[in-house]
Structure formats: structure tokens, C-alpha cells
């Protein structure tokens, strides 16, 4: 399995801007469609989005839809998500997840195979 390391998080206002990093290590990363996923207090984890293996498709949740853009960098073995726009509602520990069976990055939580410790975003009005 890939090891997966969250960086980035903190405290943002309202309106703010945010950029997590995922460093992958231990398997070849851009065999690995990826995953952002966020769990708030008390709710479900949830997708945010996704990056496919190669050709940068994206995937998003309507939520982060227009404010929220992944992207990858396979030479780094890092995906990214620049988060703007932040609202309240954004606050949670996300996390990033690898899958290596599937080709596009999937919304569904069993589809990663491989998940990091997650970083927590605050978003303060």
C-alpha cells in the first residue's frame, strides 16, 4: 500500500483561502487515482474530490464545486487541494485517500484502498 502524509490545514476566516498537500510514498504514485474526503464533527466522511491516474480528470461534490480545485503533481508524488471561497460549513479533518484499482477517482469511501491521518481545516466567520 501507498503511505499517505495530509499537510496544510489550520485556522482560515470566511472568504479565506487554504491549500492541503498529500505526499504519497512507498508505491509507484501515479498508478493511484485520488481522493479528498472530509468528516465533520458528529457526520459521515463525505467525497470532496477526486483526480484520476493520469490526463488530470476531476471529479467534485456540488458542495466545493467552483470553490475547491484538486490537482496532482506525479513528479512530487503530491495531489493538492487549493480550497477558496471558504465557508463555516467547510470545517472538518480531511483526508486523502489512493486507489489503485480504478482508473478515474471514485466518490465512494470503499473504493480507496489507502488513507491518511487526516488534517483539520477550521473556518472562522
Known amino acids: 500500500q501507498v503511505q499517505l502524509v495530509e499537510s496544510g490545514g489550520g485556522l482560515a476566516q470566511a472568504g479565506g483561502s487554504l491549500r492541503l498537500s498529500c505526499a504519497a510514498s512507498?508505491?509507484?504514485?501515479?498508478?493511484?487515482?485520488m481522493g479528498w474526503f472530509r468528516q465533520a464533527p458528529g457526520k459521515e466522511r463525505e467525497f470532496v474530490a477526486g483526480i484520476s491516474r493520469s490526463l488530470g480528470s476531476t471529479s467534485y461534490s456540488d458542495s466545493v464545486k467552483g470553490r475547491f480545485t484538486i490537482s496532482r503533481d506525479n513528479a512530487k508524488n503530491t495531489v493538492y487541494l487549493q480550497m477558496n471561497s471558504l465557508k463555516r460549513e467547510d470545517t472538518a479533518v480531511y483526508y486523502c485517500?489512493?486507489?489503485?484499482?480504478?482508473?478515474?477517482?471514485?466518490?465512494?469511501?470503499?473504493?480507496?484502498?489507502?488513507w491518511g491521518q487526516g488534517t483539520l481545516v477550521t473556518v472562522s466567520s
Open positions: 512507498g508505491r509507484t504514485f501515479s498508478n493511484y487515482a
Open positions: 485517500a489512493a486507489d489503485r484499482v480504478h482508473w478515474a477517482a471514485q466518490a465512494t469511501l470503499g473504493a480507496y484502498e489507502s
